[in-house]
């Protein structure tokens, strides 16, 4: 199997690039073709809009790549999702799409045009404590399909987003259909009012009340609120499942962390 890295969002550590390949080396099961873009650096980005932009297609477009790995998340993919997916080629159709966090923009809008998504960890995670079973889990999905990276508690169709860019992309081109699926979310970096805002808005979309319930990963790095919020994550979800009723359902073994576990997207009747 040839798996392509880019980085549609923010570049990528050749530490990480480099203990990856590694990994890869000694597992004897796969290619691993990091595209140079990775490493470029604009500001906050892996380059320019453009460049990010041009190495997706590049990877998208070649018959020879069987999967496309987002080397991390960050900020910036959703400034060139719309351009990515306004053409693809029919080389693209056929490999599966993998990473999480800031990826999502791109795999909600690759998954509403009916291509392979998975959520799981991505490149850079493999810097994290434990994150050389992140980055085999990862592996274990996309070349072997193992269904023991998968997240424990799977029940039929699902997808899963970090919270904040799912209320991003609700409303816009890159929406896709959430009836009946199993919708996971996560978040990181967030004071706990930032939770609730998102919550606010995501359980009042129509297209969310559609899900078939609504599970919550970890939520990490919670920033201090001053004065105390006065609820925890897990209470603001289910108080916002209650009012929207949407049936909350739990816990979720998904996160910005080494445990993080594998979601294929999946749709109701598909």
């Known amino acids: 199997m040839r798996i392509a890295v880019v980085a549609p969002s923010c570049p990528l550590k050749r530490e990480a690039a480099d203990a990856v390949q590694a990994i890869v080396a000694g597992r004897g099961d796969c290619e691993l ?108 999905w996309m070349v072997r399909r193992d269904a023991a990276a998968l997240e424990p508690a799977l029940d039929g169709p699902a997808m899963a987003f970090n919270l904040t860019v799912l209320s991003n992309l609700l409303g816009t081109s890159l929406e896709p259909d959430f ?14 009012y930032r ?15 559609r899900v078939r319930r609504l599970r919550l990963g970890r939520v990490a790095e919670v920033i201090e609120n001053n004065p105390d919020f006065g609820a925890d994550e897990c209470t603001i979800v289910e108080q916002w499942c209650a009012r929207s009723g949407i049936e909350f359902g739990g816990r979720a073994d998904i ?12 749709r109701e009747n598909r």
């Open 33 to 140: 073709i990091i595209n140079a873009q990775c490493f470029l650096t604009d500001g906050h980005f892996a380059g320019p809009d453009e460049a990010r932009l041009l190495a997706l297609l590049d990877v998208t477009s070649d018959s020879s790549i069987d999967a496309v790995w987002f080397a991390r998340g960050g900020y910036g993919s959703n400034r060139i999702a719309e351009a990515a997916l306004a053409d693809l080629p029919d080389a693209a159709k056929g490999k599966l799409y993998f990473g999480y966090s800031d990826a999502g923009f791109l795999q909600a809008g690759l998954h509403k045009a009916g291509i392979e998504v998975a959520w799981g960890p991505m490149a850079q995670d493999v810097l994290r404590e434990g994150g050389e079973a992140a980055i085999n889990r990862a592996l274990d």
């Open 179 to 192: 009836t009946g699926v199993d919708l996971l979310i996560e978040d990181v970096g967030e004071h706990l």
């Open 195 to 209: 939770i609730d805002r998102s919550m606010f808005h995501v359980t009042g979309s129509e297209a969310i009340r």
């Open 255 to 266: 996160g910005h962390d080494a445990q993080n576990r594998v979601v294929p997207f999946k």
